[in-house]
């Protein structure tokens, strides 16, 4: 594999797992739905080349769909869903910035440690793929436990969605990418639709934030 | 010519359409009992014919006792659900246009734990489990009540999230198979996985391994990611209940198996066995003592489950011959007497019009045999003789005693403890001053008997070839 | 005879490399000041306004407190040398020049951290409260910039086997190194400290007049005459080493490595300035664009740059190993 395939498949896993630690770093629901969008450009990107790369035109099915659902399809819904419900605009989590920005980055080098013993018959390139897709997958899992708000735990999932996608690009000739990207984008639109329909704000307590805040006289800052 | 094989598959997928088609709720509820049926007889009929693998599917000795589980609690439970939903919509907590949606997905969900079940291609049995969850969400939240959207979005949440990983695990088993096996469909065949695990790479197979623990264990409901079990229990209609905890529980768990499988195969990885012991002894002991505190009968059976599964968990994490098969029977028990109990649950929450435990009282003065079906389960579900479950339980509590003597104790005293809290419920739904309605029950109680014979008859004697089949699983198990 | 001609060429290029920042630091930093002004519709000073500032400053008399110590007057002196000796290392138009050896990414960081902690001494050294809340604040910034600035300095080592910025700016501006993510999220940790360092907004403004909002100005509050204008000359010079080390470690391009005539010399001399003068372009573009941060919100700011150079590392790790 020449060098410029690698560059670019590392630079777009790598830009993957920087827009994840965006994802994080966001305090404005708006501001992470379209972060997203970027991540999931970036995928588009990445698995485009990786069918490139492995002479997989199937892959470019999944690269479509991911540019055209996750990109943009989701993300307008998304951003109609926070409008049409009145959802608060700020990013409500369990735990501060920066003790998550921290268990992101030991959770970045869980991801690396375990995958780095990996055989090298796999290739760097496979197993740079995994240590980001897990990087990936394991950030979502964060934002998911970290973020109550529904929205925001939808992204959650989509970014581990992301990770996981990015894996199985990666995995040459690995069969049914194609197929569970397809379902992976129906269970999304599900949830999304779920959200919208029975207009679910929070996670697991009804505690309607915006009242507590009416009564403090105050929004908060973070 | 259509193989048994086929049919478990098609005739699930047929009836799909044609549910969702039908308006009138009657006809859909006897469509359902007719598929559900149909599809055990093909899943017997299975028994009779010879043993075959492709690359997408396969009949060996593991799923085919728990097809012909699957398909048969499949089919009790669409009889009783045919009576519980006639009294649903009665007091008008269902409408007939959600019935068509709710007899469609029943078949869904049956076609994909089928699928789950025969998948030789471990990419089409994760398929296979994430459709069953997708359509026991969209049941769980039937009832459109907060409360009921609110555990079907944690099912939701939770299950996307362990299926999420158990997919990661899958693509890290392809890639290590890929290496010895060659690219393509064939380094996704279990069979074949099986047979070339000994050469593969150790290290990426053990993670590949906790990932999918991970994710399927959700679904198993082992204790740090049983959040959604109780609410998703609760809150469905009861029929999905006994489906969930006496099918699904077991077909996430029968995933996990498939591919502890592969790893016994291969000497050099970790020692999975440990990880599953302690995380079913933690589901064990955790739901032993939550069974203490709970006021929602289906919830109380929801954390008995957690137990049960936490049990089997526990018994195939020791391994070995004798507590593989106690876990393979205690599988087989679980389901036929736990769906028996949501049977009876479902009867009683009918009748008495309210799920609270302190609502219900003296069951033996107003509805007798409510009160003995509800007795028998209870006392089957706490492992007394001379039921199934007796049986296993007293299996894997000798084999551990005699190599984990510590694990054992513990383990007993989960067991005992667990054993206190059904009792003590036992007392009070059964006994005591009668409380809420006494009007008479309008359902059969045919399934329940079934199924509490069976148990019994799995006490008494296990049929040979079962006994068969359970040895030679449990020895690939390892 | 050539050998002393030759030796003699090499120090007059070092001397050009040395003089060269700190002669050019007003004019750098009154272009940041008029671009700043124009975006924001005024007319501004003339571009050659800190140098009349500096010169009018040293020519004031400058007032001491009464129980100002040693360290108050020695400090100004000492910061202004102590930052020239850190921006006289980067390399700026060429790299391989005779002190080239001693520019060491770590020694300069160490060389500013001396700097800072002198200055903030010297804020302290007089006992006004504003002298100490700047110190304090400013200890703060510093405290959460250096980490973010030391994993910077760990990426860029790692990706050039070396901390000698001379090297590392000539193996950078060949093609060899790649399309890095791991440098880019460096750059962008860079930026991030050096907006913090040089006290630029949102973290600091260095225009303000209101005592409570200050960092840097808050500690040098008490600073006039001959002392201040060191100190604005440090800064200015801080500025422009800021400048110098992105240029050097991330567009090194145009950097006289190999060829050493004149022409050569005065072409890359060229190519740096004009990359400076872009960079203080715009900085005001994106100051302007920018409101001034509450002091709580500090380390969200700063974490984000650790955070992206905690990333650059690890990164690093993935694709190369241990």
Redesign the interface.
Same mark, same amino acid.
């Given at each position: 594999m020449g060098t410029l395939a690698f560059d670019l498949a590392h630079l777009l896993a790598g830009g993957m797992l920087v827009l994840s630690f965006l994802l994080l770093y966001q305090d404005r629901i708006t501001a992470v739905i379209n972060v997203f969008a970027w991540q999931a450009i970036a995928l588009s990107l990445s698995v485009a080349w990786q069918s490139i790369v492995q002479e997989a035109p199937h892959l470019v099915a999944t690269a479509v769909i991911a540019l055209v659902v996750k990109g943009f399809l989701i993300p307008f819904a998304l951003h109609r869903i926070v409008r049409r419900l009145d959802i608060h605009r700020e990013v409500e989590q369990v735990i501060g910035g920066g003790p998550t920005m921290l268990t992101g980055l030991a959770l970045v080098a869980l991801a690396i440690l375990l995958v780095q013993p990996v055989r090298e018959a796999g290739g760097t390139l496979t197993r740079e793929d995994l240590a980001f897709a897990l990087a990936i997958i394991l950030l979502g899992l964060l934002m998911m436990i970290t973020r109550r708000n529904a929205v925001t735990q939808i992204i959650g999932f989509m970014s581990i969605e992301n990770g996981l996608i990015l894996a199985a690009s990666g995995a040459k000739g690995m069969p049914l990418v194609v197929e569970v990207s397809v379902a992976f984008s129906v269970l999304i639109a599900l949830i999304v639709f779920g959200v919208f329909v029975f207009r679910i704000r929070e996670r697991f307590d009804t505690v309607d934030v915006s009242a507590l805040d009416r009564f403090r006289g105050e929004r908060r800052e973070r | 010519m259509i193989a048994a094989i086929d049919v478990v598959l098609i005739l699930p997928a047929l009836a799909i359409p044609v549910l969702a088609l039908v308006t009138n709720y009657r006809a859909g509820a006897f469509i359902n009992v007719a598929t559900s049926g149909l599809t055990f007889a093909a899943g017997l009929l299975l028994l009779a014919s010879e043993r075959v693998r492709s690359d997408l599917l396969i009949v060996d000795d593991f799923n085919i006792f728990l097809v012909v589980l699957t398909t048969f609690v499949g089919f009790t439970t669409s009889i009783f659900s045919a009576t519980y939903i006639a009294h649903e919509l009665e007091t008008g907590r269902l409408t007939p246009s959600f019935l068509r949606f709710y007899h469609a997905m029943y078949q869904a969900m049956m076609w994909s734990m089928n699928l789950a079940l025969l998948a030789n291609n471990i990419g089409i049995m994760w398929v296979g489990v994430e459709v069953a969850t997708l359509t026991t969400v969209m049941m769980v939240g039937l009832y459109r009540t907060p409360e009921a959207i609110e555990a079907a979005w944690k099912y939701f949440i939770l299950g996307s999230v362990g299926i999420s990983l158990a997919f990661f695990g899958t693509i890290l088993v392809y890639l290590v198979a890929q290496d010895v096996i060659g690219q393509g469909l064939q380094a996704m065949c279990w069979d074949l996985l099986v047979g070339a695990a000994g050469q593969f790479e150790p290290h990426l197979l053990s993670l590949a391994f906790v990932f999918l623990l991970v994710g399927y264990g959700t679904k198993i409901g082992l204790a740090p990611f049983h959040a959604w079990l109780p609410d998703a229990h609760a809150e469905g209609p009861t029929p999905i209940s006994a489906v969930l905890s006496g099918l699904l529980l077991n077909v996430a768990l029968y995933a996990l198996l498939r591919f502890k499988m592969v790893l016994a195969a291969n000497p050099a990885t970790l020692n999975v066995g440990a990880i599953m012991a302690a995380l079913g002894l933690v589901s064990l002991l955790f739901a032993a003592f939550m069974l203490y505190r709970r006021r929602d009968i289906k919830r109380l059976f929801a954390y008995s489950s957690i137990e049960h599964m936490g049990l089997a968990t526990f018994a195939f994490g020791i391994g070995g011959p004798l507590a593989n098969f106690a876990g393979l029977l205690h599988m087989t028990m679980h389901s036929l007497i736990k769906s028996a109990i949501f049977f009876t649950v479902g009867h009683i929450a009918q009748v008495k019009g309210t799920q609270r435990l302190a609502d219900i009282g003296g069951l033996s003065t107003t509805h007798p045999v409510l009160a003995f079906g509800f007795a028998l389960g209870v006392i089957a579900i706490a492992g007394l003789p001379p039921f199934g479950m007796f049986t296993s339980e007293f299996m894997l509590v000798s084999t551990t005693f005699a190599r984990q003597p510590l694990l054992a104790v513990v383990l007993v005293i989960g067991l005992l403890v667990s054993f206190g809290a059904l009792m003590l419920r036992l007392q009070d739904v059964v006994f005591g001053e009668p409380k809420g309605s006494t009007d008479p029950v309008k359902a059969s109680s045919v399934p329940l008997f079934i199924h509490f014979a069976l148990v019994l008859m799995a006490g008494l004697w296990l049929p040979e070839t079962i006994v068969h089949w359970f040895r030679t699983v449990a020895a690939l198990l390892g | 005879m050539a050998m002393i001609f030759g030796f003699l060429y090499e120090l007059a290029l070092q001397g050009v490399q040395m003089f060269i920042v700190v002669l050019i630091a007003p004019l750098v930093m009154g272009v940041t000041r008029k671009v700043r002004a124009h975006l924001l519709r005024r007319i501004g000073p003339p571009l050659l306004q800190p140098y009349f500032d500096i010169w009018k400053l040293m020519h004031k008399e400058a007032v001491l407190a009464h129980n100002a110590s040693w360290i108050y007057r020695v400090a100004p002196y000492f910061v202004f040398a102590v930052t020239w000796v850190a921006a006289a290392l980067i390399p700026t138009y060429a790299s391989g020049l005779l002190f080239s050896w001693s520019a060491d990414l770590i020694a300069i960081v160490a060389l500013l951290g001396t700097a800072r902690f002198s200055l903030a001494l010297a804020g302290m050294d007089v006992g006004t409260a504003f002298g100490g809340l700047g110190s304090s604040r400013e200890m703060m910034i510093a405290s959460l910039a250096e980490p973010a600035m030391l994993l910077i300095v760990f990426t860029v080592a790692l990706v050039a086997g070396t901390t000698q910025l001379s090297s590392i700016a000539a193996l950078f501006s060949t093609a060899a190194v790649?399309? +890095? =993510?791991?440098l880019a999220?460096a750059l962008f940790a860079m930026m991030f400290v050096g907006i913090a360092e040089n006290a630029r907004i949102p973290i600091d403004n260095p225009a303000t007049h209101l005592e409570l909002t200050m960092v840097h100005e808050a500690m040098v509050l008490e600073y006039s005459g001959r002392h201040l204008a060191m100190i604005e000359a440090a800064a200015q010079v801080k500025l422009v080493l800021y400048f110098s080390l992105i240029i050097c470690l991330f567009v090194p391009f145009g950097m006289a490595t190999g060829e050493r005539s004149l022409a050569a010399f005065a072409f890359a001399m060229a190519v740096y300035l004009a990359k400076l003068f872009v960079l203080a372009a715009l900085l005001p573009v994106g100051e302007t664009a920018l409101a001034k941060m +509450?002091v709580?919100r500090y380390? =969200?700011f700063l !974490? !984000?740059a &650790?955070?992206?150079g905690?990333?650059a590392v &690890?990164?690093l790790? =993935?694709?190369r190993?241990?």
């Open positions: - | - | 790649g399309l +890095r =993510v791991s999220l +509450r709580f380390p =969200v !974490g !984000g &650790f955070a992206a905690a990333l &690890f990164l790790f =993935v694709s190993g241990f």
